[in-house]
């Protein structure tokens, strides 16, 4: 079975700082991984997606994560925080069904200080 | 229009009421979702279809119930709805499976906001 750990249920950064939103996965096929961004009262925003080609997978919006298969981990990133960043973050996993099912995590809440 | 819209973006109902949640995408696929969204609790899928068949249906209640006319447009029927059914409903797209397994990411609408008294 498949499932899906977001370690931070809330994160804390201050502007110009590095994000760092953990995820990690359990899958017992081969994943397709997602991250998506929800903006407070907006529908979920697709950041990037991993699906067996490169284990580097850049995003929009300056976000990227790194597929670690040893790890199962699927980790997002960014250089610098911007105040527009703040929103809920959730790490997707999807395996190769036959209805194509998605699991969500639980999401991660950024903040950004000024 | 484009990409995902859904309708209405509020609705305030009654336990006794029935109401419809309407959906349509724009992007040309062939699979619809129905998410919950409560807070405090993580997303929750209700329905998919695919190609218009409903193809899962995790446990919900008969309280809501589905209906996709086309691969364009998706209905979330309710009735006789309990205060713990207020949440965000979500719609999603994805281009859909036909024959080889693949996992396609999706696109969502806005939500409505939905709220039982």
């Known amino acids: 079975a498949q499932s899906v750990t977001q370690l931070d249920s809330h994160v804390s950064v201050s502007e110009g700082t590095p994000v760092l939103l953990r995820c990690n996965y359990s899958?017992?096929?081969?994943?397709?991984l997602f991250w998506y961004v929800q903006h407070p009262n907006k529908g979920l925003q697709l950041l990037l997606k991993?699906?067996?080609?490169?284990?580097l997978v850049k995003g929009i919006n300056g976000f990227e994560a790194e597929f670690k298969k040893s790890e199962t981990s699927f980790h997002l990133t960014k250089p610098s925080a911007h105040m527009s960043d703040a929103a809920e973050y959730f790490c997707?996993?999807?395996?190769?069904?036959?209805?194509?099912?998605?699991?969500f995590g639980p999401g991660t809440s950024l903040s950004v200080i000024p | 229009e484009t990409g995902v819209t859904q309708t209405p973006r509020h609705l305030v109902m009654g336990m006794t009421n029935k109401k419809s949640l309407k959906c349509e995408q724009h992007?040309?696929?062939?699979?619809m979702y129905w998410y919950k969204q409560s807070a405090k609790k993580p997303l929750e899928l209700m329905f998919v279809?695919?190609?218009?068949?409903?193809?899962e249906n995790n446990s919900v209640p008969s309280r809501f119930s589905p209906e996709c006319p086309n691969s364009s447009h998706l209905f979330l029927h309710l009735h006789t709805l309990q205060p713990e059914d207020s949440a965000l409903y979500l719609c999603?797209?994805?281009?859909?499976?036909?024959?080889?397994?693949?996992?396609?990411?999706?696109?969502f609408g806005p939500g409505t906001r939905l709220t039982v008294t």
């Open positions: 999603a797209s994805s281009p859909g499976l036909a024959g080889a397994r693949r996992s396609y990411e999706q696109y």
């Open positions: 899958s017992s096929y081969s994943p397709s």
């Open positions: 991993y699906t067996s080609a490169a284990t």
């Open positions: 997707v996993v999807s395996e190769e069904t036959s209805y194509d099912k998605v699991i």
């Open positions: 992007l040309g696929h062939n699979a």
């Open positions: 279809y695919n190609f218009k068949e409903q193809t």
